[in-house]
């Protein structure tokens, strides 16, 4: 639990063309402004729910500015904001307005009496590592992202399998025929990877997992490697191949290019409400047993 810790300002982000976002949205503004913090909104989210009632900034001017962002959406706008305020590491608070809300864990009845109390001072930190990506065509670099889930490399459409030639810190690895890999941070390991026969990683594990996707061999099995690792993919052969970043960005590579990810030298700060177990959103999110034995309870 942190304690000191002081905000002024706070920026309110929504996913602003989801149906019944601006309500809760307001609402919020509402409840923060009259305990005295100076309240701005993302301009994309104050434009699409018609807000004019509080200044509108853009993320770098939230990155500038803000002391904490407050995120009310799914784990999606968690992401898209995540990566964009990266580089002012500021930190974010997420309230579930989606589905599954593996990174958006305060729920909207309860974000009245929680965001008050953790703009106070009464909250847990985590940082989240990012990884960073680049592209590379023939020696150089034609493209960069960031990514807070995953670097995704694979086939579209109907195309056939992929060859990918894999090296880790200049080793080779692999050559693997699949349908793509992906690159998940220990926040990604319980997104696309997971659903792909992938390990769950801890948050405050520092390392990134390689997973294949639907590979030709089945002795292809996901492989952690350290934070420090520098991975490289090479597209050997295969058509319409795409690398994808968090699921919300994507541009298509050619044979011989070389996508190149490692660990970014940004972390996202989250914060959570005092109490916050990780292990407690996992049972809860995917459905593991609710009720701990009485057994546990004596331990």
């Known amino acids: 639990m942190e304690t000191g810790t002081h905000f002024k300002t706070v920026a309110l982000i929504g996913r602003y063309n989801t149906p019944g976002v601006r309500d809760p949205l307001l609402t919020l503004a509402a409840c923060i402004a009259k305990r005295g913090f100076d309240v701005v909104f993302e301009a994309e989210t104050a434009l699409g729910i018609g807000s004019t009632d509080y200044p509108a900034l853009t993320p770098v ?111 080779f690895m692999y050559n693997q025929r699949s349908d793509g890999l992906i690159v998940a941070t220990p926040t990604g390991s319980t997104a696309y990877a997971l659903s792909s026969q992938g390990p769950i990683l801890h948050p405050q594990m520092k ?53 190149e990810v490692q660990r970014s030298r940004y972390t996202v700060p989250f914060l959570h409400p005092v109490g916050y177990s990780y292990f407690a959103t996992l049972r809860n999110k995917m459905h593991w047993n609710e009720h701990p034995s009485h057994e546990d309870d004596a331990l």
Do not use: K, W
């Open 207 to 259: 390392g990134f997992v390689l997973v294949p996707i639907a590979p030709h061999s089945l002795s292809n099995r996901p492989i952690v490697l350290p934070e420090d690792s520098h991975c490289s993919i090479q597209v050997v052969s295969g058509r319409d191949v795409n690398v994808n970043f968090d699921m919300q960005s994507f541009t298509s590579v050619e044979l011989g290019d070389t996508i």
């Open 61 to 171: 001017e939230i990155g500038e500015r803000a002391d904490v962002a407050v995120v009310l959406g799914g784990d999606g706008t968690m992401l898209g904001i995540g990566r964009q305020l990266a580089p002012y590491n500021t930190p974010l608070i997420g309230i579930n307005h989606g589905r599954l809300g593996f990174i958006t864990d305060i729920p909207i009845s309860e974000m009245q009496h929680l965001v008050p109390a953790m703009l106070a001072g009464s909250f847990e930190r985590e940082e989240r590592t990012l990884l960073e990506a680049r592209i590379v065509r023939g020696g150089q670099p034609i493209y960069a992202a960031l990514a807070l889930n995953d670097v995704v490399v694979n086939r579209s459409g109907f195309s056939g399998m992929v060859e990918l030639r894999v090296r880790v810190d200049g080793r």
